[in-house]
């Protein structure tokens, strides 16, 4: 029992993160009608701006120490961050340490305008282009923002260690009698998606910009012609789904270090995820998340990959094959998208 | 001549002159000059161009030709390579059974595959076709090499060891890949004054496979078969309510371009006898893309011109550093010159990617047509500026 609940644990995190980049590429795909391969490629954008501020913070200058002597007698020169300068040992100690929770105050403006400038720049121009072409350009985009980070961050996984208070792991089963270990992080991390999701579906479900915004969805045109703009508030849903993605991509960092080709490894999964869940079903890019994330850590069981060796690497892909041909809407796909 | 019209047996023998005489051309510059680093006629380098124009103008054909845009064909690349090595393994260092088990098995493999994506259109068909090259990558990397059952040898890759059987390899046949004793190695070096022009065995194999495989792209694009791909196309959706099951067309057509590529990864192992996993990695099916998209989606030449461009650029620009950069710009004065140098630094040597990815963007957002379509504008414009007054008005573009 106890490892199954485990199991189910460890599958929440990655779950999380899939859930969180296929609810963006749905956001667009169903806003905008455009399959956005550059979607991965703002999941490590986010990832790289915690990497990005955490550098910022630990920018020091050098102060020679006359109380303290290396063992020539010579005073030592001692490092101190500027923001301990300013702010004081403890609190700037504190900033330090707090500095992937506190990236996603900066993750959110500049996600929020590297979506905005994407698509006005770029992805406008494609509504009325064939959906290979779509495809082809975010893909070069993609490849060009993963060598632009490549070349300032080289090509090694960069560590972004989480905050000592929510480092080391937790007993959390002891509440309930039973003995789950589990890291703290990686329960942050899934309450912190539970969290956007739910904000995501709660702004669309109940107010007035999300109502509008789903009537776009269901009928862009009869919409427009009621005389909102509502090509500006699909722009804005562009940025709200790169700013989920990049929230995704910043807290994810502690789990796995970020390096330059980590939204292209997420990307494939969660085109996946979307497959399965249905093209343009918000509930259903959630749940085959949750779903997949879930079935491949039982996968990755000892007993699992003696029964069938490498299983863990292959389920996904399976399983999507499967859902594909005998359900091919996905789970929760709605008739009549993307069937020409 | 061999059923085709006038304009593609011309079409065909400058093909097959351009890659006969390719040494030559490819080398234009004395060896002990300084532009000497733009020599592209050395085999390796020869090969590839030859190995990826077959690999992308069978990938032409199934995105050329059906519109359907596949993002796994790397996976029948690397189920050839791993063909060919088994043969070397099993039979002998010959290639012809090499290739010919790389073809059938790429075919047998993309009909497997085709069968499945093809139920779906548009942007599912991309997915599956890359969530089944996805798979195939993980399975030759890590599944099917376990020690109980090693067919694809991991991350080490799969090579020819001493005590592999090779039941068919004669006393003293070359111990490399071979056509009935010519070592796919051998190199004649001609020495013309400066000039040192190599020809390689190797390289007129690959040459002489890949006349064969344009030809026969040149008679699917012009056959009926041809003809009803392009309506699928254009169309699929009256094609059915006419009456007509496209599937089978279209399924014929991803199984012969998966058999190109199952050919063009048997050529890499018979050039090589190696084939890892990295092969079939998702990167390289995106590779095949941009040589197609580069060089002119649907047109006979531009895979091949997609092909050699890249492959070249990706050679020349990685091989530039900021040393060749500052004797490049050393007439400038000194604080300009590194300037300069910083500016460029990102886009060459190991910056190569990122000089790809916006080069692939212009074209896609520019010139969907890609490098053809760019010199036929080029040439319109330039027989234009020749006669600007008479505009020749009413002139109808043929449909889609």
């Known amino acids: ?340 | 001549m061999f059923g085709l019209d006038k304009k593609d047996t011309s079409l065909l023998i400058v093909v097959a002159l351009l890659t006969l005489l390719a040494p030559f051309i490819l080398n234009p510059f004395p060896t002990d000059s300084g532009l000497a680093q733009f020599n592209a006629g050395y085999p390796d380098l020869m090969q590839r161009f030859i190995i990826f124009g077959i690999f992308a103008v069978g990938f032409n054909i199934l995105f050329g030709l059906t519109g359907y845009l596949s993002f796994g064909h790397a996976a029948f690349l690397g189920v050839g390579s791993y063909s060919a090595v088994w043969m070397f393994k099993l039979l002998s260092y010959n290639i012809l059974p090499a290739i010919a088990l790389a073809v059938v098995v790429a075919g047998l493999f993309s009909l497997l595959i085709g069968y499945v994506s093809l139920r779906r259109s548009g942007i599912y068909f991309s997915i599956l076709t890359l969530a089944f090259a996805q798979m195939s990558f993980a399975l030759a990397y890590s599944v099917l090499s376990n020690p109980k059952f090693n067919l694809t040898n991991g991350e080490t890759g799969l090579q020819v060891y001493n005590d592999d059987p090779q039941i068919l390899q004669g006393a003293n046949a070359p111990d490399l890949p071979h056509l009935f004793g010519l070592s796919m190695r051998s190199t004649y070096t001609m020495e013309v004054g400066p000039w040192a022009f190599d020809f390689n065995a190797g390289y007129y194999v690959c040459a002489v496979i890949m006349m064969i495989a344009f030809y026969l792209a040149i008679r699917i694009f012009r056959s009926p078969f041809g003809m009803m791909l392009r309506a699928v196309k254009s169309n699929q959706q009256r094609m059915n309510y006419t009456g007509l099951n496209t599937r089978p067309y279209t399924l014929a057509a991803f199984v012969i371009s998966g058999m190109y590529a199952g050919l063009a990864g048997g050529l890499m192992a018979a050039m090589d006898p190696l084939a890892g996993a990295e092969r079939m990695q998702w990167t390289a099916s995106g590779e095949v893309v941009l040589m197609t998209i580069l060089g002119g989606t649907g047109t006979l030449i531009g895979p091949v011109l997609g092909a050699g461009f890249i492959k070249y650029f990706e050679n020349i620009f990685s091989k530039i550093n900021d040393s060749v950069l500052h004797g490049w710009f050393a007439f400038l004065p000194d604080g300009l010159e590194d300037a300069v140098v910083t500016i460029i630094h990102p886009f060459v040597g190991k910056g190569w990617h990122l000089t790809l990815g916006i080069l692939f963007m212009l074209v896609v957002i520019f010139l969907p047509g890609g490098l053809v379509e760019g010199g036929q504008r080029l040439a319109k414009w330039i027989r234009n500026r020749g006669k600007t007054e008479d505009k020749t008005s009413g002139k109808t573009e043929p449909a889609e």
């Open chain 1, 1 to 340: 029992m106890d490892s199954i609940l485990l199991q189910i644990l460890n599958g929440l995190d990655k779950g999380s993160a899939y859930a969180l980049i296929a609810l963006g590429l749905t956001l667009i795909f169903g806003t905008l009608g455009v399959v956005n391969f550059a979607h991965g490629a703002l999941f490590m954008i986010g990832a790289f701006c915690a990497v990005s501020l955490q550098r910022l913070l630990n920018l020091s200058f050098e102060t020679i120490d006359e109380t303290q002597k290396d063992f020539l007698g010579n005073p030592l020169k001692v490092k101190t961050p500027y923001v301990e300068a300013w702010f004081g040992p403890d609190v700037g100690a504190w900033i330090i340490d707090w500095a992937v929770p506190l990236a996603l105050l900066i993750a959110i403006p500049i996600m929020l305008a590297v979506g905005y400038i994407m698509e006005r720049g770029l992805i406008k121009h494609f509504y009325k282009r064939p959906h290979a072409d779509q495809i082809l350009v975010t893909f070069g985009l993609a490849i060009v923002l993963q060598e632009i980070v490549k070349y300032f961050f080289g090509a090694n996984p960069i560590q972004t260690p989480p905050p000592d208070a929510l480092n080391g792991v937790a007993n959390i089963g002891a509440a309930l009698g039973m003995d789950i270990v589990y890291p703290v992080w990686r329960i942050v991390y899934f309450c912190f998606a539970t969290l956007i999701i739910g904000g995501i579906f709660a702004f669309l479900q109940f107010t007035t910009f999300g109502m509008v915004v789903r009537a776009g969805m269901a009928d862009r045109e009869t919409v427009g012609l009621l005389g909102i703009n509502i090509d500006r508030r699909f722009t804005i849903m562009f940025g709200i789904a790169a700013a989920v993605a990049g929230l995704a991509g910043v807290m994810y960092g502690p789990i796995n270090p970020p390096n330059y080709h980590m939204g292209m490894d997420f990307l494939v999964l969660s085109f996946v995820v979307v497959v399965v869940g249905g093209m343009g079903s918000l509930p259903g890019a959630v749940l085959a998340g949750f779903l997949l994330g879930i079935l491949e850590s039982f996968a990755s069981t000892t007993w699992a990959t003696t029964t069938i060796p490498g299983i863990n690497q292959i389920i996904i892909y399976l399983v999507a094959i499967i859902v594909l041909l005998t359900r091919p809407r996905g789970l929760m796909g709605r008739k009549g998208v993307m069937e020409d």
